[in-house]
């Protein structure tokens, strides 16, 4: 599935006007002291919004971007000298995929699924070991992003704490699981993994698309 296109309005920046894409928008507030900005499911309510009072939209529209210029400049830019993970999950629990993908080309580099059953934890949890084993494996200094706090959290107790149980439907899920813990508990790494700044940079180059 197509990811939904937006529009960023610009009211306060270095360049207000009405943009396409997340990158142009950010480029037109950062270094914007007090900048005024919004995202727009299409182009007619963009335009309506430019042409009205930022005031009248501020608070209104959950999910828009929120960071300050100060904040965007202070996150910075995404290093591409990594790879990015995510997973999706039709349900919860539900079918469930996840894969990893370079981040700056999206070339998908791994990809497990779809399973029966699953849950969107469990298949960022299993994306961020698999992609940890795909580095070492290849004896890369790349770093892993990750949008996933549960995930990274599991990752450094070494365990899955879902509350999913175990049937015939996700028994290889489960499996994967097993396989994925016992690769934490007997393999050491050094690959840093770094939470995706999504409100700053968009969503994770790895994403499915499902929003």
């Known amino acids: 599935m197509a990811k939904k296109k937006k529009f960023y309005v610009v009211w306060k920046g270095k360049r207000p006007g009405i943009y ?5 928008c950010k480029a037109a507030i950062s270094g914007a002291k007090g900048a005024q900005y919004m995202s727009f499911p299409n182009f007619e309510l963009a335009k309506k919004a430019y042409n009205g009072n930022y005031d009248e939209y501020k608070g209104k529209k959950k999910g828009s971007p929120e960071l300050s210029a100060a904040d965007l400049l202070k996150i910075g830019d995404p290093s591409f000298h990594s ?22 080309t999206k070339k998908v580099l791994f990809k497990q699924g779809p399973f029966k059953e699953g849950t969107n934890n469990i298949g ?4 961020i070991v698999h992609g940890l084993a795909y580095l070492k494996q290849r004896n890369s200094d790349r770093i892993i992003y990750t949008d996933s706090r549960t995930a990274m959290s599991w990752v450094r107790k070494k365990s899955c704490n879902t509350k999913l149980i175990e049937n015939k439907n996700n028994q290889k899920v489960f499996d994967l699981v097993r396989r994925a813990i016992n ?10 993994i770094v939470k995706w700044e999504t409100k700053a940079w968009g969503e994770i180059p790895a994403d499915f698309g499902r929003k």
């Open 124 to 127: 960022e949890f299993l994306a």
């Open 83 to 104: 790879i990015a993970v995510d997973a999706a999950s039709s349900g919860n629990p539900g079918i469930m995929e996840y894969q990893g993908v370079d981040t700056k």
């Open 20 to 24: 396409e894409n997340w990158e142009d």
């Open 183 to 192: 690769w934490l508990e007997q393999n050491d790494y050094n690959t840093p």
